[in-house]
């Protein structure tokens, strides 16, 4: 939504007035709390619960801030990184990712204090809070970076931070083995966003991200945004990493990466499926892989003698569910039907 001037001009926002829902406020303390958090990570646990849900309502509350406000947030930095402004939007559609990755972010790190504690894991429990701090703030990133290139990097240190872990038992061969296979498919996928990407900022000739729906010639990238991001989000036959890697992992590992981490390559689609010019070509392609993955990702979990692999094809099938409706929402995109666009959405 944009802000609507007009002969009254615009009526303050009650739910930005006040420091707990303004985004500016929140993000910032919810940045600093996860940092704070990660440097925490291998000394008291409590205290890193503590400075964890800091961090994470403050997430929630610049999430809910925007939600309920109605209005985006912008933030451009009086600094450069790699040659281009830092801009920061948290708009309805990041807003709604933001509020997911608080929650599942808090709940799983007091989850991970019992099941995953320094009595028990002397040598890693440490490790795990430290690089879950770093995995909930870059994911943050992820969804409100509005330059092309600043996404690329926050996107990297997304896929670098889950990758200790997936590898949280060294000890474990198979879990060693899982965390490769991710690292390799997540890079392979990074790899195809660069030259989206790239080619976006060389058509466009910047690197800011918008709307772009009145470009025709650039729906071809759409192809590449598809596969990038269906790499991290399971999409069918994409998917090669999910299994091992979320069958390995502990638990509440795999609870945010199920929960979370695969729903940014669904993010990812969302939104440049909703920036990008689409074709109906696309939007069906979309809608059959996404269908092909949902009937084998439960065909495979019925197959599943392990409970972790059976909960991991379980994903696999999700995501094929809710790709269907995204790409679903594309097609009446494509074809000027907006109204059920929604619906499908």
């Known amino acids: 939504q944009s802000v609507q001037s007009g002969s009254g001009g615009c009526r303050p926002n009650p739910f930005t007035e006040t420091a707990l829902m303004n985004p500016a406020t929140c993000f910032s303390l919810a940045s600093v709390a996860l940092l ?6 291998s000394r008291s646990a409590r205290v890193w619960l503590v400075v964890l849900f800091v961090g994470a ?30 801009h920061l939007r948290l708009d309805a559609v990041s807003a709604m990712f933001l509020l997911l990755i608080a929650v599942i972010g808090a709940a799983g790190g007091a989850y991970s204090l019992t099941y995953w504690g320094d009595d028990e894991h002397p040598r890693s429990a440490g490790t795990g809070r430290r690089w879950w701090s770093a995995l909930v703030l870059c994911m943050a990133l992820v969804v409100t970076c509005a330059n092309g290139l600043h996404f690329l990097i926050a996107w990297e240190l997304f896929a670098l931070a889950a990758w200790p872990l997936v590898t ?5 061969r198979e ?45 071809p990238l759409f192809w590449l945004a598809m596969f990038g991001f269906g790499v991290k989000a399971g999409l069918f036959p994409l998917h090669i990493w999910l299994p091992s890697a979320h069958a390995n992992a502990p638990s509440h590992v795999s609870a945010i990466m199920s929960g979370v981490a695969i729903k940014m390559g669904v993010y990812g689609i969302v939104r440049f499926g909703g ?7 696309q939007a069906l392609s979309l809608i059959g892989l996404a269908t092909l993955g949902a009937v084998l990702g439960i065909a495979f979990a019925l197959a599943q003698n392990d409970f972790k692999r059976l909960l991991a094809y379980c994903s696999v099938e999700n995501v094929g ?3 269907v409706g995204v ?6 995109q494509a074809n000027g039907h907006p109204d059920w666009s929604r619906l499908a959405l």
């Open 36 to 41: 704070l958090a990660f440097g925490l990570g």
């Open 57 to 86: 309502g403050a997430l929630a509350g610049a999430a809910l801030g925007v939600l309920l406000g109605g209005q985006p947030w912008d933030w451009h930095s009086s600094f450069a990184l790699g040659g281009e402004t830092v």
């Open 168 to 172: 949280l038992d060294r000890k474990n």
């Open 175 to 219: 879990a060693r083995a899982a965390g490769w296979l991710y690292l390799a498919a997540s890079h392979a996928g990074t790899l195809l966003l660069f030259v989206f990407f790239g080619a976006l900022a060389a058509k466009t000739g910047s690197w800011e991200l918008a709307d772009f729906r009145a470009r025709p010639e650039l729906a």
């Open 275 to 281: 920036w990008l010019p689409v074709t109906t070509t």
């Open 321 to 323: 569910i809710i790709l």
């Open 327 to 332: 790409g679903a929402a594309l097609l009446g």
